[in-house]
């Protein structure tokens, strides 16, 4: 539930921007890898997408990103899957060649995780293990850095370094993506 | 019997982490190696909603309107335009092979599938960008996206030949060129 009020905010805030006073819309996708920050287990991969547009006094953005895991099961809390649909504020500043984009602000992250758990079954003489899964949602505090070089007016590939703190999820990740700007 | 701490077996990955950070980290504030960024007097290339204009002299921009001279005078309306590329010339090539050199090893590493060697490969990622960026950022601006800001102005009003409030008899002399010129 508290997932779907932070989205209808994520929304709301994006659908009440002045539409007329936004410019450079742009539009990200990327791949790469987003482990978690704590703990051991498998890595993850996954993939991002953003829509970015510059107002007078910075830039807004919505993004998507998701990641997963190649292993099934792990440890208690392992992640299996995560999703994180975020709203961020930022400012990007150009060079010579490239643009570099600061950019954070709040999301709701999803994930499904596993729980196993390991007992002796004194009825039948021997080691019992179950793999359980769970869906937690959560509220995520993202942030970017991201360096994209411009080939052209509308077209650009850039690597971004992105993450979340998330309550026992935190995760960091590394990306590289394309850029269509309209 | 040999017993493993887990310590001992992060330990090679973490003096990795450290030797990966300071080797980026100095590259990217070394100031000896700043490339230098020479202005072509203020001629540029600008993009705005009707196309795009190379090689034009930036002349003035007055009454919300870019009035530039390239084969002949032009007037542009400052709210179509979307960027002012200035012409510049550069010679820091090896800026490429320092920046690929973080993010080419960091993408090989996003393949494998342990969590630590992602780790890295973030880190890596990380200082390459941050690389990348400083280099950027050390070098004049020759790029102005528009809407520009307060900064962005002053910069920008540097490379036209008359800037505000000068010689403004000039301006509306090349105002009233530049509208013959639309005519």
Same mark, same amino acid.
């Not at chain 1, 508290?2 to 007329?20: C, H, Y």
């Not at chain 1, 807004?60 to 709203?87: C, D, I, K, P, Q």
């Not at chain 1, 643009?99 to 992250?109: H, I, P, R, Y």
């Not at chain 2, 019997?1 to 504030?29: D, K």
């Given at each position: ?20 006073e936004i410019r450079d819309l ?151 993506f394309v850029r269509i700007g309209? | ?11 090679? =990955? ?5 030797? #990966? ?14 490339p230098e960024l020479s202005v ?7 993009? !705005? ?9 930036? =002349? ?41 050199? !973080? ?16 780790? #890295? ?63």
């Open positions: 539930m508290r997932s779907v009020a932070i989205a209808a905010v994520i929304l709301g805030a994006t659908m009440s921007l002045p539409a007329q742009r539009f990200d996708v990327g791949y790469g890898i987003a482990p978690r920050l704590s703990g051991q287990g498998r890595g993850m991969n996954g993939f991002h997408a953003i829509a970015a547009g510059r107002l007078s006094w910075g830039e807004v953005s919505l993004h998507y990103e998701t990641r997963m895991s190649s292993a099934s099961s792990g440890g208690y809390g392992n992640e299996e899957n995560g999703t994180t649909v975020s709203f961020q504020v930022g400012t990007t500043v150009t060079g010579a060649h490239g643009e570099f984009t600061v950019s954070a602000g709040l999301g709701s992250f999803r994930a499904k995780t596993t729980i196993r758990n390991e007992y002796y079954d004194y009825t039948n003489f021997t080691f019992v293990q179950t793999v359980t899964t769970q869906e937690v949602s959560k509220l995520a505090i993202p942030a970017d850095i991201r360096m994209c070089w411009n080939f052209s007016d509308g077209f650009g590939l850039g690597a971004a370094v992105l993450g979340a703190y998330v309550e026992d999820n935190s995760y960091a990740g590394y990306q590289v309209l | 019997m040999l017993t493993r701490y887990p310590l001992c077996r992060r330990a090679p =990955v973490t003096a990795l982490l450290a030797v #990966i950070l300071v080797c980026g980290m100095g590259c990217a504030v070394e100031p000896a190696r700043i072509l007097g203020s001629f540029a290339d600008v993009v !705005h909603g009707g196309g795009r204009l190379e090689n034009v002299e930036l =002349v003035a921009l007055q009454n919300d309107t870019l009035f530039v001279l390239g084969g002949s005078f032009a007037a542009i309306p400052q709210d179509s335009i979307k960027t002012i590329s200035l012409r510049t010339e550069e010679s820091r090539t090896w800026i490429v092979y320092v920046v690929l050199g !973080h993010l080419l090893p960091a993408t090989a590493l996003s393949f494998s599938s342990e969590i630590d060697i992602q780790r #890295i490969a973030v880190v890596m990622g990380g200082v390459g960008i941050i690389t990348w960026a400083s280099w950027e950022l050390s070098t004049p601006q020759s790029v102005f996206r528009f809407p520009p800001g307060e900064s962005d102005m002053k910069e920008l009003a540097l490379h036209l030949r008359f800037p505000y409030g000068v010689e403004r008899s000039r301006l509306e002399q090349i105002d009233s060129l530049a509208q013959r010129s639309v005519r």
